[in-house]
């Protein structure tokens, strides 16, 4: 099995070098100790969640928050290529997270909040604020389960016309929509630049918003013959581009 990630300070790491000891405190020391259980010499990786990584054992255990982590190796991850950003129209209930947690462990590295116009789900005053923190929260921690060392970037909600600049900027934008005239998977993809997929809610995406999003050079595109939900679209969709682009190679 490899190695447990814990998320680090950044300027934790700053000093980080084979032979440094680090400390690891406070939730997540607490994490790793009483959760976790790790003991010295125990391997264990510190990240800062930006692509730096500090590979090494436990050196010592002090008392239910807090262990020193003795540096093997520092690895940083350069930005992936292409990037890859998933629009995810807000869903009901807790799908949001779930939408959130498996394309993080798939790979996504950013993901922003879409308030569609037919979405029953909507982010105002603190109920919003409150569901972003639960996203990106969600992220943080199914960044560190699935080992990865660069956390994907949540955002500030959205409305249509605001992501508008996203998609006329995309090397490549898609609309996921069941009536699209070409399959994603013969889609033809740039070898650099920002990919964006645009998931819409429940009920769709609406005639007036893909009219907008064309405008914008994001055409729809269709998955395959089955219609997935909101919350499991973009995690299919991105390991297909994943996939397609080396990046699972």
Known sequence: MTAPVFLAETAALAGAAPG?????????????????????????????????????????????????????????????????????????????????????????????????????????????????RKWRSTAREAGKQSRRLRFPEVAEPATTRQLLPLLSSAAFAAVLHEEGSEPLAAAELPAEGELVLVVGPEGGVAPEELEVFARAGAHPYRLGPSVLRTSTAGTAAAALLLGRTGRWS
């Open 20 to 132: 440094a000891v680090l400390a690891l405190e406070g939730p997540e020391g607490r994490h790793a100790v009483a959760v976790r259980r790790l003991r010295a010499g125990e391997e264990i990786v510190l990240t800062d969640g930006a692509g730096t990584g500090a590979f090494g054992t436990v050196a010592a255990v002090e008392g239910k928050d807090r262990l020193e982590v003795a540096v093997a190796e520092v690895r940083t991850e350069p930005e992936p290529r292409p990037r890859i950003t998933v629009v995810q129209a807000l869903p009901k209930g807790d799908r949001g997270e779930l939408a959130v947690e498996t394309m993080t462990e798939t790979g996504v590295d950013a993901i922003v909040p879409w308030s569609a116009s037919r979405c029953v789900t909507q982010w105002r005053g603190e109920r919003g604020q409150k569901a972003l």
